[in-house]
């Protein structure tokens, strides 16, 4: 009989190790045997919570969504002017955050990418975040910007965040975040300093 409240502690414990099995092998190779030695557990445990690895790769996206989500939310709860530059500069700087950042969470952020295109679940995950994202980003431009020049400042702010965020992933080098946070800031700033027509 499981001990009580082991579940959270187990669940978390074979999504940290699957984060380190992408991050020393790739998605391909991290089995369900590697993970399950990685976090010092038999193959049947990750059955019994995940049933199998389609299963474990959705809540480790799951876990990694939610930490963005998280650090954005405190980083929108700490602001002493809720101008919505500031709200855009936090939410910019929660995508940048060293939760989404780190070798292993670059690395499966890549994997879950190309797999949402074959996995119908994986798909849908990744359309909650597209959808939040752009959401958060227009709801902020639309306190300032007529809708339709809202909704595209939006768009292009989410493209922005996203390239800058794989060509850092991709560059091989240290990620310099200070500098990707800077040019959608830029960005940002030309955004409002337009001239619009009214709403």
């Known amino acids: 009989m499981p001990k009580v409240g082991m579940q959270p ?3 978390q414990q ?7 099995a992408v991050d020393q092998v790739g998605m391909a190779e991290a089995s369900i045997g590697k993970i399950a030695r990685m976090a010092g557990v038999s193959n049947g445990i990750i059955s019994h919570y995940f049933q199998d690895k389609n299963g474990l790769i959705f809540a480790t996206m799951s876990y ?5 989500s998280t650090k954005t939310a405190e980083r929108r709860r700490a602001l002493t002017c ?4 500031a709200h855009l500069q936090a939410i910019i700087e929660g995508n940048f955050d060293a939760s989404q950042v780190s070798n292993a969470a670059m690395k499966t952020w890549l994997a879950f990418w190309a797999a949402s295109m074959h996995q119908a679940s994986l798909h849908r995950l990744q359309r909650i975040n597209d959808h939040r994202l752009y959401s958060n980003l227009c709801c902020q431009f639309r306190r300032t910007l007529p809708l339709a020049q809202a909704r595209s400042s939006a768009r292009g702010l989410a493209a922005l965040i996203d390239g800058l965020w794989l060509r850092g992933a991709l560059s091989g080098d240290a990620f310099d975040t200070a500098q990707a946070q800077r040019i959608a800031l830029d960005y940002v700033d030309q955004l409002l300093a337009k001239p619009h027509a009214p709403a």
Request: without cysteine.
């Open 14 to 20: 074979l999504i940290e190790a699957t984060l380190q």
């Open 9 to 11: 502690i187990r669940r």
């Open 82 to 85: 809720g101008s919505p530059r």
């Open 64 to 68: 990694l969504l939610k930490e963005l």
